[in-house]
C-alpha cells in the first residue's frame, strides 16, 4: 500500500543516515553534528530532527523516536544537545528506558491477572456445569 510504501522509504532513510553517522562518528570519534553541517546537510538536518523527536519522546508527546533507534543511537554516543553538553543525556535515556521497561512489567502482569481470572471462569463454568450434571443425575 502506499502508507507502506511511505513507511518503509522513511525507514530505509533513517537507517541511512545513521550508517552516515555511524561513519562519521568512527572517523572522527564524535557525534557532535550541527544542524548546519556543509559536508553533509541532509545528514545535520537529520540529526536536528532525531534531537526534535527525542525531545517529543521524553515529553510523552506523539514521536517518530523509538526506543530500538534511541538505544541505536546512544550505542554511538548520539549528543542530544549540543547548547549543554554537560548535562547527562545518559540519565536522560536511562529514566526513559526504565520507564518503557515498568510499562512492560505492568503489561506483563496485566496479561497474567487476566490469564488467572480466564482460568478461574473456565474453572467456575466447568464446576456449575459438573453440579448441573450431577443434580440431573441425582434426579434420575
Request: with cysteine; proline share 3%; charged share 25%.
Amino acid at each position: 500500500s502506499n502508507i507502506g510504501f511511505c513507511w518503509a522509504s522513511h525507514e530505509a532513510t533513517w537507517w541511512q543516515r545513521y550508517k552516515e553517522l555511524q561513519q562519521i562518528k568512527e572517523r572522527e570519534g564524535t557525534c557532535k553534528i550541527p544542524t548546519k553541517y556543509p559536508p553533509n546537510p541532509k545528514l545535520g538536518t537529520w540529526v536536528h530532527h532525531q534531537r526534535r523527536q527525542y525531545n517529543a519522546f521524553k515529553q510523552g508527546k506523539r514521536s517518530q523516536m523509538t526506543l530500538e533507534r534511541l538505544r541505536m543511537l546512544e550505542i554511538i554516543g548520539f549528543v542530544w544537545s549540543l547548547r549543554n553538553l554537560a548535562k547527562s543525556q545518559s540519565e536522560n535515556t536511562s529514566h526513559i528506558i526504565a520507564n518503557q521497561n515498568q510499562m512492560a512489567r505492568n503489561a506483563a502482569e496485566v496479561s497474567n491477572t487476566i490469564e488467572r481470572v480466564d482460568k478461574h471462569i473456565d474453572v467456575t463454568s466447568r464446576r456449575d456445569s459438573m453440579l448441573t450434571l450431577l443434580d440431573i443425575l441425582l434426579e434420575d
